[in-house]
């Protein structure tokens, strides 16, 4: 059977701590596969992980351990040369009969078993690391096998890589078609690059291969366009949030409103983020705003604090109202109309209770039937901007990444960005009459898709 009609074989090979389970992470969006840790040999035996184009497996990859000992191996291996001096395969076959291969190189040799058993393979090179005899070794060892080999150079965006100098060793062992793929923050297009190079050097691959790298890029649109709807759908809901308040309100009743409400949006956002972290395939704990606790829900970085939202109500062109508390994120509707953060909620959320009498007898004055308590718009504001940043960071992030993402204050939508967004959530802000809050949520999630 031709490879292109079976099912591809990939060794990832490479010395210890050089990233090869961190690579598969990556490019199976798998943030639970294997083990990563900075200790050597992590990866102990061959672990393998299919993977299927439209429900068929097409292709197999082998996480392999960690070479350690590239320069014993090298010597066992070449006192087996003059008998195989044109049989690489044979020659490493030889060495896998021997002693060493099952005592003092046993990882080694799982290694180069695996190998020989597959079609070609990844060799991943920590790039931050100096190019070492013993990594020459390991690569004159693996050719041996007869295999197509594709270098992967780690760790690109490091500041002190070595990436010029692998690339010149590399030459000088015939090995051009070299990638570059940090597996912690993966290049753009550069899952299609590993893959139209491995094509390269496995040609009878190429039809599978590339309609991998089609499914993929599908994957990859319909992905954010759910990602996009998902913040959509969070913005529409906190928008619609609506709480009465009576007429006659003390001000601990007026608290305890303003809290369930700001808990009401909390915990919205809170399934948003989770939504998004599904959606991308990383954890509950790879994300956090600022000091949030995302496993037990605690939200340390509070929504509401004043220095969060009064960034944003100055940087949003949201006013601050005269002598009202900043990033009260209530406003008071009455009759439908919004009074804003000036008004008499904005000023009781910020514990400036007095105020409230002051304004109360205002309100009586203007009472039209009902009153409620409702989120303002440099709460969206800032709901849209966090959301945003979080979906920007997810879909540059490689499944090998072990730092959370941290989104903090600063990261916020500008004025300009917000206004069509407020604009489209004008009607459930003001909640007019027939206002189609699905229909919202689309062009909502069509503008986001813009920006």
């Known amino acids: 059977m031709s490879l292109s009609n079976a099912m591809l074989a990939i060794a990832v090979v490479g010395h210890t701590n050089a990233g090869k389970t961190s690579l598969l992470r990556t490019l199976l969006q798998s943030r ?3 083990d990563v840790d900075q200790r050597p040999s992590t990866t102990r035996d061959v672990l393998e992980q299919g993977v299927w184009l439209n429900s068929t497996p097409v292709m197999k990859f082998f996480d392999t351990p960690g070479l350690e000992s590239g320069s014993d191996l090298y010597a066992e291996i070449e006192v ?28 080694e040799a799982k290694v180069l078993r695996q190998l020989l058993h597959s079609d070609a393979a990844f060799y991943v090179i920590d790039c931050r690391d100096p190019v070492l005899p013993k990594y020459q070794d390991e690569l004159h060892v693996l050719a041996r096998c007869g295999k197509p080999l594709l270098p992967v150079l780690n760790f690109t965006q490091a500041a002190n890589n070595r990436e010029s100098e692998w690339q010149a060793a590399l030459a000088k062992l015939n090995l051009h078609a070299v990638v570059a793929f940090d ?11 590993l893959l139209q190079s491995l094509a390269v050097v496995l040609p009878s691959a190429k039809d599978t291969l590339e309609q991998l790298i089609q499914e993929h890029q599908q994957q990859r649109e319909k992905r954010r366009q759910q990602a996009v709807f998902i913040i959509a759908e969070m913005l ?27 808990d009401q949006v909390r915990q919205r956002e809170h399934r948003a983020v989770q939504d998004l972290l599904t959606r991308f395939a990383f954890l509950p704990d790879d994300a956090v705003f600022e000091l949030m606790d995302m496993t037990s829900g605690q939200w340390h970085d509070d929504l509401f604090a004043s220095d969060t939202l009064k960034v944003w109500s100055k940087d949003t062109g949201f006013g601050l109202g005269a002598g009202a508390a900043a990033g009260a994120g209530v406003d008071l509707l009455v009759g439908g109309m919004s009074l804003g953060l000036g008004t008499a909620v904005g000023a009781a959320a910020g514990g400036l209770y007095q105020s409230w009498r002051h304004f109360g007898d ?14 303002d718009q440099s709460t ?9 940043y979080l979906l920007e960071q997810l879909s540059h992030r490689g499944h090998a990444a072990t730092d959370a993402v941290t989104v903090a204050k600063e990261h916020r939508l500008s004025r300009e960005q917000f206004r069509p967004i407020a604009k489209l959530l004008t009607p459930i802000l003001e909640d007019q009459p027939d206002t189609n809050k699905a229909v919202i949520t689309k062009e909502l999630a069509a503008y986001i898709q813009e920006l």
């Not at 597996?183 to 690059?193: A, D, F, H, L």
């Not at 309100?363 to 409702?374: A, E, F, M, N």
């Not at 969206?380 to 945003?388: D, P, S, V």
């Open 80 to 107: 087996l040369e003059p008998n195989f001096r044109h049989d690489g395969p044979a020659q490493i076959d030889a060495f896998l009969q021997s002693s060493q291969a099952q005592t003092t190189l046993a990882q």
């Open 380 to 388: 969206l504001a800032t709901l849209a901007g966090r959301q945003l």
């Open 32 to 34: 639970d596969f294997g």
């Open 362 to 375: 205002k309100l009586k004055q203007r009472w039209q039937g009902h009153r409620q308590l409702g989120v």
């Open 236 to 262: 529409t809901d906190i928008a619609n949030l609506r709480r009465r308040v009576p007429v006659e309100l003390s001000e601990q009743e007026l608290a305890n409103e303003l809290d369930s409400l700001r």
């Open 183 to 193: 597996t912690v923050s993966p290049p753009e297009g550069g899952e299609r690059q």
